[in-house]
C-alpha cells in the first residue's frame, strides 16, 4: 500500500507565510512526479503545480509565482509548498498527488493524499 500525507495546515492570519509537505511512505520502488491541487467549495481542485524527480517545477495557470514555491526532497519522499503574503482567496483544502511506482508490480499509479485544511483570515 501507498499513502500520501498532507500537514502544516491550519489557520493563518493574511499577510503571513506557510509551509505544506507531503510525505510518501509505503511499497514505494519510485516517485516520478508530484502536484500540489486546491480546492474550495463547489468548485474542480486546481493545480498549484508540479515538481519531477529532478526538482523541476510547472506551475499552474494564474497561480502567483512571486508567492508559491514548490520543491522536493527524494531522499525524505516528500514535496514542500511555500506560501507567503498569504490572502483570504488563498484559502481551500490543499490535496497532494503523486505518480508512484510500486515494488510489487512495478507499475506506476497516481495517489492522492487525503487534503489538508488552510484557512486564511482577514
Known amino acids: 500500500q501507498v499513502h500520501l500525507m498532507e500537514s502544516g495546515g491550519g489557520l493563518v492570519q493574511a499577510g503571513g507565510s506557510l509551509t505544506l509537505s507531503c510525505t510518501a511512505s509505503?511499497?514505494?520502488?519510485?516517485?516520478?512526479?508530484m502536484a500540489w491541487y486546491r480546492q474550495t467549495p463547489g468548485n474542480a481542485r486546481k493545480m498549484i503545480g508540479l515538481?519531477?524527480?529532478?526538482?523541476?517545477?510547472?506551475y499552474g495557470d494564474g497561480m502567483e509565482r512571486d508567492r508559491i514555491l514548490l520543491s522536493r526532497d527524494n531522499r525524505k519522499k516528500t514535496l514542500f509548498l511555500q506560501m507567503v503574503r498569504l490572502k483570504p482567496e488563498d484559502t481551500a483544502i490543499y490535496y497532494c498527488?503523486?505518480?508512484?511506482?510500486?515494488?510489487?508490480?512495478?507499475?506506476?499509479?497516481?495517489?492522492w493524499g487525503q487534503g489538508t485544511q488552510v484557512t486564511i483570515s482577514s
Open positions: 498527488a503523486a505518480a508512484i511506482v510500486v515494488q510489487t508490480t512495478y507499475e506506476e499509479d497516481d495517489y
Open positions: 509505503g511499497n514505494i520502488f519510485s516517485i516520478n512526479t
Open positions: 515538481v519531477n524527480y529532478n526538482g523541476e517545477a510547472t
